[in-house]
């Protein structure tokens, strides 16, 4: 849905110009929302605007509308081009620095004329920041190795951006006269969490690519996409399909690995001659090889989701009925723990609360088996934040860090082992607090905190969400050492959110992962015993 997309970034970029004139904080706000709702729709823009549904959403006022009808009928919004004046174009490169604000970012422009990320680099670098109000040189370092990491990430992107771009790109190729056949290949095919190129396998001749607009470069023909990612085409013949395909695949040490790779047309001959067993490609970067891999059909219910309860977008008898039409039989809410005030975290009176619409969603719902769990914030010292007789009114735990996450790596490992120490856990949330493309993990002992884990028989999540992805798929296998069990939680905070769940599945399968190392591959009664057993 393209027309969402490009609106939803419009309406960003416009609340973000807004604020940095100091324009009515009313304005800003409503243009920021209205960029998420309508980044979430499931409809296409269009569609809405011909069937007039697009009236009838929360929180697309008629002035929203309006933009919405503009930018449908021309495909630009002139409001942006007035909110654009008197500012250089680079000055939207700095929102891309994690930890800068509108604010901030009018402070540097203001006092230092800075409006491109060279410029804040080399002021960093000259140590300009560190005078003015609310910066200081910690902040300028922090700034610093944000920048450094943002020009590192460049042209790189999330696994679902990657997949949403080779369906529009995969399309395209494949209606050019004179292509045969189109396959993805590469870090896509792969299933890599972060993807740096759009990679195609493409039976046909490089003049069809070049008349196409793609370029020679080296073994590939390259182009830029409409996002600006890098799409390359390898080209193949049906006589060597397969050899190129599985060379294109990669990774390139796995291939090394296998020797010489004679001409076939598919890639189970590759694997034929070089008598083994075929190896799926998302298992190519471990080399890890399984008949029975874990697939989306054997997930039979999910955990780890957030209701309106909390910060979730959707209420909790919305979810109990998705996860229903998903086939799941059951579901586990796990909403923010009181502690999370940011995001209406429940003080205790509202988890009782909570228990009771649990109990009646459950009436209506009777196929899909509701757990009731909370997300509990695990505090500095390791402690969760409700009182050891009150975590007994939950089916199950998940204790994360949210706050405090810069703590030294002895501090934080030993806050760590005390939530896995306690008795309430079930499982360890989001565990290195990473956000892919956007946060490095909190430094912790892997190793410690693993055989904690394991001497405790607690469980750690595989959060599935694709920013997140957290275990790291490359840990797995230490985990599988330690016979430590996994859940697959899809971290939902939407109906949406519950297909994120194929990420992590995918993420397993990287690492070999059968369903019998997966938790949540158990039936409704299976998994119910497996809870009640730690409670």
Not at 128 to 140: P, S, Y
Not at 151 to 160: A, C, E, H, R, S
Not at 217 to 229: D, M, Q, V
Not at 429 to 443: I, M, Q
Request: glycine share 8%; net charge negative.
């Amino acid at each position: 849905m393209r027309n969402n997309e490009a609106l939803s970034a419009i309406l960003a970029q416009m609340a973000f110009l807004a604020e940095l004139k100091d324009e009515n904080p009313f304005k800003v706000r409503a243009l920021a929302n209205a960029g998420n709702i309508i980044s979430e729709l499931p409809k296409d823009l269009a569609d809405l605007q011909a069937s007039g549904e697009i009236k009838k959403i929360p929180g697309i006022g008629k002035g929203t509308q309006a933009l919405v009808k503009e930018f449908l009928e021309t495909g630009i919004v002139t409001e942006l081009s007035a909110l654009n004046e008197g500012l250089p174009a680079t000055i939207l490169e700095l929102r891309e620095v994690r930890g800068l604000g509108p604010k901030k970012i009018k402070q540097l422009y203001d006092a230092l004329g800075i409006a491109s990320l060279a410029e804040l680099e080399y002021a960093c670098e000259e140590s300009r920041l560190v005078d003015l109000k609310g910066f200081g040189e910690k902040t300028q370092a922090s700034v610093l190795k944000n920048i450094k990491s943002l020009m590192g990430n460049k042209g790189k992107v999330i696994l679902p951006v990657a997949l949403q771009e080779a369906e529009d790109e995969g399309e395209a190729l494949a209606k050019l006269k004179g292509v045969k056949r189109v396959e993805q290949t590469g870090e896509l095919r792969r299933h890599n969490e972060i993807v740096s190129s759009i990679d195609f396998l493409v039976e046909a001749s490089g003049e069809v690519l070049e008349k196409a607009g793609f370029k020679e470069e080296g073994a590939a023909f390259t182009k830029r996409s409409e996002r600006g990612l890098t799409v390359r085409a390898f080209t193949a013949s049906a006589k060597d399909f397969g050899s190129r395909w599985l060379e294109t695949t990669g990774p390139a040490e796995y291939v090394k690995l296998l020797g010489p790779i004679s001409v076939a047309a598919s890639e189970a001959e590759v694997f034929a001659q070089k008598k083994k067993t075929f190896l799926q490609p998302e298992c190519r970067d471990l080399g890890i090889a399984e008949d029975d891999l874990i697939e989306e059909k054997d997930i039979r219910g999910v955990f780890h989701l957030h209701t309106t309860w909390s910060d979730g977008k959707n209420s909790l008898e919305e979810m109990a009925q998705a996860a229903g039409e998903l086939g799941y039989e059951y579901l586990g809410v796990s909403d923010h723990s009181q502690t999370a005030f940011y995001a209406h975290g429940l003080d205790e009176k509202r988890v009782l609360e909570q228990k009771k619409e649990i109990e009646a969603a459950q009436k209506k719902f009777p196929k899909v088996r509701i757990f009731h769990g909370i997300e509990s914030d695990i505090l500095s010292d390791g402690s969760l934040d409700y009182p050891p007789e009150f975590l007994k009114n939950f089916d199950f735990v998940i204790a994360s860090v949210h706050g405090q996450m810069k703590m030294n790596r002895a501090d934080m490992t030993r806050r760590i082992c005390g939530a896995l120490r306690n008795p309430a856990t079930t499982w360890l949330g989001h565990w290195t607090g990473r956000l892919l493309l956007g946060r490095e993990g909190f430094d912790f002992d892997l190793d410690e905190v693993l055989q904690c884990a394991s001497d405790e028989g607690k469980s750690i999540e595989l959060n599935a969400n694709p920013y997140r992805l957290d275990v790291d798929w490359r840990i797995l296998p230490r985990l599988t050492e330690l016979d430590i069990p996994i859940g697959i939680h899809p971290d939902a905070h939407s109906v949406g959110g519950l297909a994120d769940t194929r990420f992590g599945v995918w993420m397993a399968r990287k690492a070999g992962y059968t369903p019998a190392q997966v938790l949540n591959t158990k039936g409704a009664e299976e998994m119910e015993k497996w809870l009640r057993d730690r409670r």
